[in-house]
């Protein structure tokens, strides 16, 4: 009897937390994001860029070649690499290579503010 009580709770205890990792795994995909004009290098695209990706693309010999510091040459990087790389497309590389990929919502404002003529 003792064993059906145990085996009874640890069933339930596993399908409780089941459902509870479920859950916020959904939260995260709702996470509201508007794009709209206040996306823009300067506000957001920069602070993203600094964060995880300076790192290598910066300085006299920046990684690939590809300058992220500023806005001239972050913005001169073509639009279809820059989806492909943060999105870790099968046919180009993932960046960024180490720390996770970007969230879904920085990749949802560099992609706001790709297909908003990139603006300053
Ligand atoms: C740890 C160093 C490092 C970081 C951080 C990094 N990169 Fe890279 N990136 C590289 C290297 C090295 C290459 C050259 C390809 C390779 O060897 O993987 C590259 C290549 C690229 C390319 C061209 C490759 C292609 O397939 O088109 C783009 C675009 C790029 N990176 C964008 C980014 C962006 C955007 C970020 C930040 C979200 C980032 N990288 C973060 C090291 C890095």
Redesign the pocket.
């Known amino acids: 009897m003792n064993k059906l009580i145990i085996a009874t709770t640890v069933l339930i205890a596993g399908l409780v937390s089941c459902n509870l990792s479920k859950k916020s795994v959904d939260t995260t995909a709702e996470v509201e994001f508007t794009c709209d004009d206040k996306i823009t290098y300067t506000s957001t695209v920069k602070g993203?860029?600094d964060a995880?990706?300076t790192?290598?693309?910066s300085g006299s010999k920046p990684?690939?070649g590809?300058d992220?510091t500023t806005y001239e040459s972050a913005s001169s990087?073509v639009d279809k690499?820059?989806t492909?790389?943060?999105g870790w497309e099968d046919n180009?590389?993932k960046?960024?290579?180490?720390g996770g990929q970007?969230s879904a919502v920085e990749r949802q404002q560099i992609q706001c503010w790709i297909d908003n003529g990139k603006k300053l």
Do not use: K, T
């Open positions: 993203i860029f995880r990706c790192g290598c693309h990684a690939y590809i992220l990087v690499r820059l492909c790389v943060i180009c590389n960046m960024p290579p180490s970007l």
